[in-house]
């Protein structure tokens, strides 16, 4: 039995690994790396067994699996209960989950009942050590998130239980290149529910694909309030269009219906890394930065000298957008 282990749930959709489980597994093999622990993970579900060897390309040593076709589907209750007793088996030190859907609707059915940490959405991830009056603890999980609104960047401990669990959201965690050469040792396990355990039904499953792929985006122009009319937001998109990007926004601008949630960059948001991110009237709060401040490039288009987004910009035009961005297109075509 591998000791003190970081562990990371697996989530699938139709047998297919979400991409944040595999980040997750890239950062488990930092933080184990440092602990000079094994990297483990929990797959549930039916019929993925093979899906399971892309794991090791990404570091993840032993993994897990509960086959049963009743798990083919996520539903709350069978699953935490499978985590568990799988936690419970084998005493990981840290336990990591994707901030999904699935990952929020698990972790915290998971930490109650093993009556232990969870800090949700955390921004980064390291091992340290806390001390707190004459106790002090070394080699712990540090789960750092933004706090009080982002005014503060908080650092979280659990180190009185094990194990240490935290979710983070999908981006935030850098997926590293895979390695072919990497296996992963998968050992099934079986896990006792009854009937009675499935309380929820799943009659059919329709997937609603998302209509905009800013994670994996090279360049992205983003609206904010600055747009503040549909007029603008078209200029936006044109830019987008012709620039050949996607178009981002500020949680600002989605709350004001201008443009649907799907695009929001930020904490709240997608967090993405393209190679240019233009800022069009965005005021660069901590909350929207916490998702795009690590774009290679980054042009802030703003009529306020002072906006904050200058702070982390390569390029600065101050200005009014609505006469630089048709300036902006206007150029770019005359050089294409
Ligand atoms: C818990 C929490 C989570 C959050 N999550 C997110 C998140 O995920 N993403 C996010 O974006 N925000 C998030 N926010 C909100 C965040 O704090 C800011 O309110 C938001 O980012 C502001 O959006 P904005 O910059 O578009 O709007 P504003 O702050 O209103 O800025 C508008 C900017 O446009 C400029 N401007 C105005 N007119 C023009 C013009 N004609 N031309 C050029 N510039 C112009 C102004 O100078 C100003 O700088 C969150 C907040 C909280 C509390």
Same mark, same amino acid.
């Given at each position: 039995?591998?000791? *003190?282990? $970081?562990?990371?749930?697996?989530?699938?959709?139709?047998?297919?690994?979400?991409?944040?489980?595999? %980040?997750?597994?890239?950062?488990?093999?930092?933080?184990?790396?440092?602990? =000079?622990?094994?990297?483990?993970?929990?797959?549930?579900?039916?019929?993925?067994? &093979?899906?399971?060897?892309?794991?090791?390309?990404?570091?993840?040593?032993?993994?897990?699996?509960?086959? =049963?076709?009743?798990?083919?589907? +996520?539903?709350?209750?069978?699953?935490?209960?499978?985590?568990?007793?799988?936690?419970?088996?084998?005493?990981?030190?840290?336990?990591?989950?994707?901030?999904?859907?699935?990952?929020?609707?698990?972790?915290?059915? $998971?930490?109650?009942?093993?009556?232990?940490?969870?800090?949700?959405?955390?921004?980064?991830?390291?091992?340290?050590?806390?001390?707190?009056?004459?106790?002090?603890?070394?080699?712990?999980?540090?789960?750092?998130?933004?706090?009080?609104?982002?005014?503060?960047?908080?650092?979280?401990?659990?180190?009185?239980?094990?194990?240490?669990?935290?979710? $983070?959201?999908?981006?935030?965690?850098?997926?590293? %290149?895979? &390695?072919?050469?990497?296996?992963?040792?998968? $050992? @099934? @396990?079986?896990?006792?529910?009854?009937?009675? =355990?499935?309380?929820?039904?799943?009659?059919?499953?329709?997937?609603?694909?998302?209509?905009?792929?800013?994670?994996?985006?090279?360049?992205?122009?983003?609206?904010?309030?600055?747009?503040?009319?549909?007029?603008?937001?078209?200029?936006?998109?044109?830019?987008?269009?012709?620039?050949?990007?996607?178009?981002?926004?500020?949680?600002?601008?989605?709350?004001?219906?201008?443009?649907?949630?799907?695009?929001?960059?930020?904490?709240?948001?997608?967090?993405?890394?393209?190679?240019?991110?233009?800022?069009?009237?965005?005021?660069? *709060?901590? *909350?929207?930065?916490?998702?795009?401040? @690590?774009?290679?490039?980054?042009?802030?288009?703003?009529? &306020?000298?002072?906006?904050?987004? +200058? @702070?982390?910009?390569?390029?600065?035009?101050?200005? =009014?957008?609505? &006469?630089?961005?048709?300036?902006?297109?206007?150029?770019?075509?005359?050089?294409?």
């Amino acid at each position: 039995m591998s000791k *003190q282990s $970081v562990m990371v749930f697996i989530d699938q959709n139709d047998k297919k690994i979400a991409d944040v489980s595999l %980040e997750l597994i890239c950062k488990a093999k930092d933080l184990a790396k440092k602990l =000079d622990a094994p990297v483990e993970a929990i797959a549930i579900g039916h019929g993925m067994k &093979d899906e399971l060897s892309i794991l090791g390309h990404y570091g993840c040593d032993t993994a897990y699996y509960v086959d =049963d076709p009743r798990l083919a589907h +996520f539903t709350s209750v069978p699953y935490a209960k499978t985590i568990v007793n799988i936690i419970k088996k084998y005493e990981p030190k840290i336990v990591l989950f994707g901030a999904t859907i699935k990952g929020r609707a698990v972790a915290p059915r $998971v930490s109650s009942s093993l009556k232990c940490g969870l800090t949700a959405d955390c921004t980064d991830l390291k091992i340290g050590e806390h001390t707190n009056k004459a106790r002090s603890w070394k080699n712990i999980l540090l789960q750092i998130r933004p706090a009080f609104g982002g005014n503060i960047v908080a650092t979280i401990v659990s180190p009185e239980v094990s194990p240490s669990m935290a979710t $983070v959201r999908e981006g935030v965690m850098k997926m590293s %290149e895979p &390695d072919s050469s990497g296996k992963v040792r998968v $050992v @099934e @396990e079986s896990c006792e529910l009854a009937d009675t =355990d499935f309380m929820t039904e799943i009659l059919e499953v329709v997937r609603k694909e998302k209509a905009v792929n800013l994670k994996g985006a090279k360049l992205i122009v983003a609206a904010g309030m600055g747009v503040a009319t549909p007029e603008s937001m078209s200029l936006v998109k044109e830019l987008a269009n012709v620039l050949g990007g996607e178009v981002g926004a500020s949680r600002a601008a989605v709350d004001a219906g201008l443009i649907p949630y799907d695009h929001q960059v930020g904490q709240t948001g997608t967090t993405v890394r393209p190679n240019l991110y233009i800022a069009c009237g965005i005021s660069g *709060q901590i *909350q929207h930065r916490a998702g795009m401040d @690590e774009s290679k490039r980054i042009i802030a288009i703003n009529s &306020d000298p002072e906006a904050p987004i +200058f @702070e982390i910009a390569h390029y600065g035009i101050v200005g =009014d957008l609505n &006469d630089v961005i048709p300036k902006i297109i206007t150029a770019y075509k005359k050089k294409a």
